[in-house]
């Protein structure tokens, strides 16, 4: 039996019954398809709930047109629509997308064609290409909203209910495979612990991974998740990270793993059976949700000083019921991130650096002050998508390799089994299991682990 969450902060735009898609053609005089004859465009809203937000309330709409790259309500009374957020965290909002014609006969350039969708869930996605965002951030929303409003709460191959995707650039005539409605104003609000927490079970009850196994600490398993060399954030010396952690600790099952290659169940097993998962910055953090209660991630972060490098894996874990431990590793310095030197210098916004800006980023591995001016050099208004911006996001970030720092590694999996997994929990016996730490320190793996002083722990609730 599956259940069905009412959020008091839901946050949906659902649209009901009839859309209708049309091809427009540049013949003024052509007659209207007989399936829009006489169509006329209604609304209902979903009453709020306690503590709702009215701007995250849930509308049900019947004979709305998808036209011409934009949303066309058909009637007298568009403008008594309240607003409704379609998008995550910028505030997008219906408002955005809507037309308002008063009479189908209005409506210029005329439609050719029509096709009719019976059922069909709307929104706007700016990262839509993100497996993150996608995975972590818009679809537990999605899964709420529609498992709650109208029982759509497992996968049906016959369903025929659509999704169509607002975001600019994606036609709305080729955009089935689009998914979620999910907004906020803040910048950044995920779905509550609540929803997180079933949306953990129903993956796991449709992929067949355990959501609610704890931790296995004895024997360990360190996972260590690298990319291929070809994209980015590849760590070049994986043979040295390999090497020492199996030195470290040989008792412990140490497994290094590609995810380009594998599919969701394939990725979420290996998640699911891991003590302790290293990974760098980047997409693959969506992936938590798959690990066991009281599992530790080890977040190599490139750029700490971005925040938004910490801030996503951090509200993903507080939003998380099965309390991951979250710990970020500091891997920053010109050594430890060689940047893709083929990809930058072909670059025309790195061509357009003055020397001293260029030398700053190759010797010193740092975006200069004098960088934060506009990407159009004719833009005079405060736009923050800076040279600065540009270089921090696309060359340090998203155009590097790393070397990672395993004297920074070695002493955090270190306390880990010295503090955290014995407090874990469960059977009190130690295996006798002697682990060598970085400093020869003899170590115990217990059979159970819970919270070092030494580590901070993450935790759910409010920010």
């Known amino acids: 039996m599956h259940r069905r969450h009412a ?32 169509l006329q465009s209604s609304y209902t ?39 409704i957020n379609t998008e995550y965290w910028l505030g997008g909002e219906l408002q955005d997308w809507l037309t308002n014609v008063t009479s189908i006969d209005l409506l210029e350039p005329r439609p050719q064609h029509v096709v009719t969708i019976n059922k069909a869930a709307l929104t706007d996605w700016p990262f839509y290409h993100n497996y993150f965002h996608v995975f972590a951030e818009y679809l537990p929303s999605l899964h709420n909203v529609l498992c709650k409003y109208w029982n759509d709460c497992t996968f049906d191959p016959h369903t025929d209910l659509d999704i ?44 067949g991974f355990d959501w609610d196994r704890s931790v296995q600490s004895s024997p360990p398993t360190i996972v260590v998740i690298d990319r291929q060399w070809n994209a980015s954030r590849h760590i070049i010396n994986i043979n040295h990270v390999m090497a020492t952690l199996k030195s470290n600790y040989p008792r412990a099952q140490v497994e290094l793993h590609y995810l380009e290659s594998l599919n969701l169940k394939q990725q979420a097993m290996i998640y699911n059976r891991a ?72 670059d025309w916004t790195y061509r357009g650096l003055n020397d001293t800006e260029k030398l700053a980023i190759w010797e010193e591995g740092e975006c200069l002050d004098s960088l934060k001016r506009p990407m159009d050099e004719n833009d005079t208004s405060t ?9 921090e996001e696309f060359w340090f970030k998203t155009n590097v390799d790393i070397v990672l720092n395993m004297t920074a ?44 002083s030494k580590v901070k722990q993450s935790t759910h609730g409010d920010r």
């Open 45 to 83: 809203c979903a009453p709020l709930e306690a503590g709702q937000h009215p701007d995250h309330r849930v509308c049900f709409f019947k004979n709305l047109l998808v036209f011409n790259g934009s949303l066309v309500y058909l009637g007298p009374d568009a403008r008594s629509i309240p607003t």
């Open 383 to 391: 736009n923050p998508d800076t040279v600065h911006h540009y270089c």
């Open 275 to 346: 003590s302790i998962v290293l990974w760098v910055h980047g997409a693959s953090m969506a992936n938590l949700i798959f690990l066991p209660r009281r599992a530790v991630g080890l977040h190599i972060v490139p750029r700490p000083h971005i925040q938004e490098n910490l801030d996503w894996p951090e509200e993903l874990v507080r939003d998380l019921s099965h309390e991951v431990k979250l710990i970020h590793i500091n891997n920053t310095g010109p050594d430890l991130l060689p940047l893709k030197t083929s990809r930058i210098t072909l």
């Open 7 to 38: 959020a008091a902060s839901l946050v949906a735009l659902i649209f009901a019954c009839s859309v209708q898609l049309g091809k427009c053609v540049l013949s003024f005089q052509h007659q209207l398809p007989a399936e829009l004859q006489g």
């Open 409 to 452: 590694v070695i002493p955090v999996i270190d306390n880990l089994f010295e503090d955290y997994f014995p407090s874990l929990p469960g059977d009190s016996q130690v295996v006798p299991a002697h682990i060598k730490g970085h400093a020869g320190l003899t170590k115990m793996i217990p059979q159970t682990g819970v919270v070092p």
């Open 164 to 207: 169509l995707l607002l975001t600019p650039g994606i036609s709305s005539n080729h955009s089935r495979d689009a998914v979620s409605t999910d907004a906020a104003r803040q910048y950044r609000r995920p779905p509550s612990t609540e929803i997180m927490e079933l949306w953990r079970q129903r993956v796991g009850d449709c992929i």
